[in-house]
């Protein structure tokens, strides 16, 4: 099986290609392809394939095996995949999730795929659609209380769920240990990806990701997008962000008139390869 390693930001995936390759388990070869000592090594798999609603569908499996929604990271690689091999002429695609299907701006520069814009859709906030279990119809700036500490959370799905904790320095976390108990948390029936954010100023922050199935990622679009409309809601930012990562940057901007959150970044190939199925 041949494939293709990627990313957006750090937040790296292995792409198979459906058109031209059979995958008869891909929760099993995610485990498989991600492990980053016997395996490929990334934060998961995304199959590319037809879809009878957009140009293309994209599949997200995490490191775990499990299925996400959307990946935001993922969706502009899949841009450049597409456009790069002649899948496409187009600078305007459509690409089907499990969250929806999203439209894609796609930038150029020598004939290469440098940077995409994302209309990631509206932002969900209804505690029952993220889903989070809350006694009121939103959770913003709410305490929960994890690690025998009391944290203050604002709760928002951009297809998948999303927790946002803002703190006053981001790398003085200890993740590995704190992630995985907001993840598996009792108030997120489907578990949480939890954005940690330090704010510098009403136009940029910074942030980490633990993602549900994946760990700590070194971006996540998502997660992006779920953080600038957690300043939002919390009056701590301005409508369009700078947003720092670990592995790069990502400008979100939210159009009130529209109600939808856009992402503009990166997307980076890596290496092919093959896999012996």
């Known amino acids: ?57 994209m599949r997200i499996y995490n490191a775990d095996g499990s299925e996400a929604e959307m990946c935001g990271n993922g969706i502009r690689c899949v841009a450049k995949y597409v456009y790069e ?38 932002p969900i906030i209804a505690a029952e659609e993220i889903p989070v279990k809350a006694e009121g119809e939103r959770v913003v700036d709410e305490p929960i209380a994890v690690d025998e500490r009391e944290w203050h959370m604002t709760c928002v799905s951009v297809g998948n769920p999303h927790a946002v904790v803002f703190v006053e320095d981001v790398d003085g976390l200890e993740l590995s240990d704190i992630g995985p108990l907001f993840e598996h948390h009792v108030r997120f029936p489907k578990r949480t990806n939890t ?13 980490r990701v633990w993602e549900r199935g994946a760990g700590e990622t070194w971006a996540c679009g998502t997660g992006a997008c779920a953080a600038v409309m957690a300043c939002i809601l919390n009056g701590k930012t301005e409508n369009q962000v700078l947003v720092h990562l670990r592995g790069g940057n990502l400008t979100i901007a ?24």
């Open 254 to 277: 939210y159009e009130p008139e529209s109600n939808h959150l856009f992402m503009t970044g990166p997307a980076t190939e890596v290496f092919t390869g093959e896999w012996k199925l």
């Open 1 to 57: 099986m041949k494939f293709t390693k990627m990313h957006g930001c750090g937040n790296d995936y292995v792409y198979v290609n459906l058109f031209e390759e059979n995958v008869s388990d891909a929760s099993a070869l995610s485990v498989a392809v991600s492990d980053r000592h016997f395996g490929v090594g990334s934060d998961g798999l995304i199959t590319i394939g037809p879809s009878d609603k957009a140009d293309f569908r």
């Open 195 to 207: 954005e940690f954010v330090q704010l510098h100023s009403k136009s940029e922050i910074s942030m």
């Open 85 to 122: 091999r002649g899948m496409t002429d187009k600078t305007q695609i459509t690409v089907e999730t499990g969250a929806g299907i999203k439209p894609l701006q796609l930038f150029l520069e020598d004939g290469k795929v440098t940077s995409v814009k994302v209309d990631m859709g509206e």
